[in-house]
Nanobody, 123 residues
Framework: QVQLVESGGGLVQAGGSLRLSCTASGRTFNRYAMGWFRQAPGKDREFVATISLIGGIIYYADSVKGRFTIIRDNAKNTVTLQMNSLKPEDTAVYYC????????????????WGQGTQVTVAS
């Protein structure tokens, strides 16, 4: 079992920044790829970014490329999503997840999921 706890969500004005963090506990953190997904009201959950075991393979959704950065720290069992130039359409609940590889996880096939943290971007 892996437990994932997200933090860092909140309310921000358009153009602002937020940093989300996900802390993992339980089974060995650095056996898994890590990722972030989001779900806006009335929409399906969508892929945001994933990062491989040692950080060498990273994928971003086109909608966040150039604005969001995913970083993992295996020593601290954390993965961080730095979100800059936020837009109202980034408003969603953001979820942390782990999976077998960055490529597989980006398809939404996660082994474990966090409870989510709300991000609201005001226009």
């Amino acid at each position: 079992q892996v437990q994932l706890v997200e933090s860092g969500g909140g309310l921000v004005q358009a153009g602002g920044s937020l940093r989300l963090s996900c802390t993992a506990s339980g089974r060995t953190f650095n056996r898994y790829a890590m990722g972030w997904f989001r779900q806006a009201p009335g929409k399906d959950r969508e892929f945001v970014a994933t990062i491989s075991l040692i950080g060498g393979i990273i994928y971003y959704a086109d909608s966040v490329k150039g604005r969001f950065t995913i970083i993992r720290d295996n020593a601290k069992n954390t993965v961080t999503l730095q979100m800059n130039s936020l837009k109202p359409e980034d408003t969603a609940v953001y979820y942390c997840a782990v999976g077998q590889s960055s490529a597989v996880l980006r398809l939404g096939t996660g082994d474990y999921w966090g409870q989510g943290t709300q991000v609201t971007v005001a226009s």
